[in-house]
């Protein structure tokens, strides 16, 4: 019973570490982006792609954009969507976080980051778009307590697949039952899998539970929340699924609480777990589409929709 039970928790808290790993493209001959007027280093923050080097170069008089991927992933995960925003004239960064630390600190390396791009920009407006656990921690970051000292910010948060209700897979790691019949080995076996934010993942943990308005910086929360039942991620030569890209419940998604927010809005929409934001092969066709209907993402004008298409060849397959 007690192996069953462990083996149980390991398959299920593994799902969020199966993300398929980001392919970095080659660079986008369309693109409209402000000449940059700015370069700084900002920890935690920089250009979307896999480079070692994270300076950031962006234009200060322009809004700008940031990225935050899910677990198990990095900032290349967005280096096509990044370019997307390129093509339409608007500037990215990307957050990186280490997604075994705390949630709590990586909220709090995500404040000071925005603390230290707003000395350095003249434009106030800042979209935050947090995928998955990206999406924990950007709401979190968001909180009244956490963005005293940036009220003069116009924010936009954005979060996509985000397990807001907790993660279901992770419940076991709170049970006492499993605890006491496992020896107290679960909770260390969470630990290993999962790091420091074992205990704040769960649907009865403090994190998910104790949540504080958002503060008056954030000026709309856009919610994205997907129904993954049914999504395939892999298919074989026979059109036969391999792997589903169902990771989280609409139930883990939507939260008593956060769903009340006066900033809220929430948009569901039947996509993938990784469907919604793009793979090597994958098109985020959907997500786009709400970023433009929601004035997020600009609209394409008619004359570059055939550059569009062709850039799209380039960044996803």
Partial sequence: MKAILLISIISLLSACSSYPSSVLKPPAEEINLPIPNKIVQIPGLGSCSDSEDRTLKFNSDEPITILVHGCNDSAGRFTSLAKLYAFHGQQTACFSYDDRDSLVRSADNLVSAIDSLSVSTNNRNISIIGHSMGGLISRKAMETSSLNNNEDLNIQLVTVSAPLAGIKAANSCSSNTLNWLSLGIVPGICWGITGNNWNEITATSSFINQTEPLSSSVQRYLKIVTNEQNTCREQNPLGQCI?????????????????????????????GHVEIVGDKNITPWKLVTILQQEELLNTTPPEREVALQNLLVKLYQ
């Fill in 243 to 271: 792997r589903s890209d169902y990771v989280f419940e609409l139930s883990e998604q939507y939260h008593p609480i956060i769903d009340h927010y006066a900033q809220i809005t929430n948009i569901q929409v039947d996509a």
